[in-house]
């Protein structure tokens, strides 16, 4: 079965950096897109980078592209998200999920598997 399993968060003072793996498993990791998102308490959860299955295209939600950077590795079937600067408010679970195909999409309902989410606290 599809597994999602994400790791990396914790607790960092504001303006450091994590970085965030989502190792996946039960398909073939090569053919499928990849995002991430993140969801603070009491608010929706909200799209923060995905990246096509080749790793060549990328996107960034614009309040993060700055800072936030998400890559692959194919071979260890890992995406990863680099977080640089982190803020207070960047504070939330991050989760990984599977895209539909190949290509990237920005809404939370194109994504059919996700994983159970990494929590990131940035203190000010």
């Known amino acids: 079965q599809v597994q999602l399993v994400e790791s990396g968060g914790g607790l960092v003072q504001a303006g450091g950096s994590l970085r965030l793996s989502c190792a996946a498993s039960g398909f073939t990791f090569s053919n499928y897109a990849m995002g991430w998102f993140r969801q603070a308490p009491g608010k929706e959860r909200e799209f923060v980078a995905a990246i096509t299955w080749s790793g060549r295209s990328t996107k960034s939600a614009d309040s993060m592209k700055e800072r936030f950077t998400i890559s692959r590795d194919n071979d260890k079937n890992t995406v990863y998200l680099q977080m640089n600067k982190l803020r207070p408010e960047d504070t939330a679970v991050y989760y990984c999920?599977?895209?539909?195909?190949?290509?990237?999409?920005?809404?939370?309902?194109?994504?059919?598997?996700w994983g159970r989410g990494t929590q990131v606290t940035v203190s000010s």
């Open positions: 999920a599977r895209g539909r195909g190949s290509t990237y999409a920005v809404a939370p309902t194109t994504y059919v598997y």
